[in-house]
């Protein structure tokens, strides 16, 4: 499967953004997805995933209450929900897929990789 990650931006403190996953392949539907968050000069970080058919998700604690992942199975597509946004957010954003296991909060378990998109939340 193909991700491609797009909807970030530059966003004021307390605003929001809704950042979008566009997969390729007829399997999208069977992947568990995983939305993670890489800041400068820090390890990639889990953010939030989402079971295969949407019915589970699982947060960060930094982000619970804040953002909300979802998927459209129909449309191959993957969201990331992202309100009350503070200047720790900043960072490029990535989806991925998982095989084999019905979530996962641990990067190197995910199978697949979108290219990043930038978010910047200024202070």
């Known amino acids: 499967v193909q991700l491609q990650a797009s909807g970030g931006g530059l966003v004021q403190a307390g605003g929001s953004l809704r950042l979008s996953c566009a997969a390729s392949g007829r399997t999208y539907s069977s992947y568990a997805m995983g939305w993670f968050r890489q800041a400068p000069g820090k390890e990639r970080e889990f953010v939030a995933s989402?079971?295969?058919?949407?019915?589970?998700?699982y947060y960060a604690d930094s982000v619970k209450g804040r953002f909300t992942i979802s998927r459209d199975n129909a449309k191959n597509t993957l969201y990331l929900q992202m309100n009350s946004l503070k200047p720790e957010d900043t960072a490029v954003y990535y989806c991925?897929?998982?095989?084999?296991?019905?979530?996962?909060?641990?990067?190197?378990?995910?199978?697949?990789w979108g290219q990043g998109t930038l978010v910047t939340v200024s202070s």
């Open positions: 989402i079971s295969w058919s949407g019915g589970s998700t």
């Open positions: 991925a897929a998982l095989t084999g296991m019905p979530y996962s909060n641990y990067a190197h378990e995910y199978n697949y």
